[in-house]
Nanobody, 114 residues
């Protein structure tokens, strides 16, 4: 059974940076899509960034500020978040989609103070 474990969230001032990590354990099909989504209070979960063998895709709101990357040898995906804004405050969820249903991590809180 695949498990996703996130780390790296926390409290940061506006303009600061954080780096999220998500390690996937278990039997993983190598050609998969990993990504980050976020959910702010009272809002729906939204895509932040995804990475596949073919490239990356970002939400317009984070382009130029966030960078997604992955280490296939470690089955780990990262999200480098720079120039953080208060509106980036949310619970960030790691996701993996391979041959089966989309899988989710437990979430990590990111809070950006103004």
């Amino acid at each position: 059974q695949v498990q996703l474990v996130e780390s790296g969230g926390g409290l940061v001032q506006a303009g600061g940076s954080l780096r999220l990590s998500c390690a996937a354990s278990g039997s993983i099909f190598r050609f998969n899509t990993m990504g980050w989504y976020r959910q702010a209070p009272g809002k729906e979960r939204e895509l932040v960034a995804v990475i596949t063998i073919g490239g990356t895709n970002y939400a317009d709101s984070v382009k130029g500020r966030f960078t997604i990357s992955r280490d296939n040898a470690k089955n780990t995906v990262y999200l480098q978040m720079n120039s953080l804004k208060p509106e980036d405050t949310a619970v960030y969820y790691c996701s993996l989609k391979a041959l089966g249903p989309q899988l989710w991590g437990q979430g990590t809180q990111v809070t950006v103070s103004s």
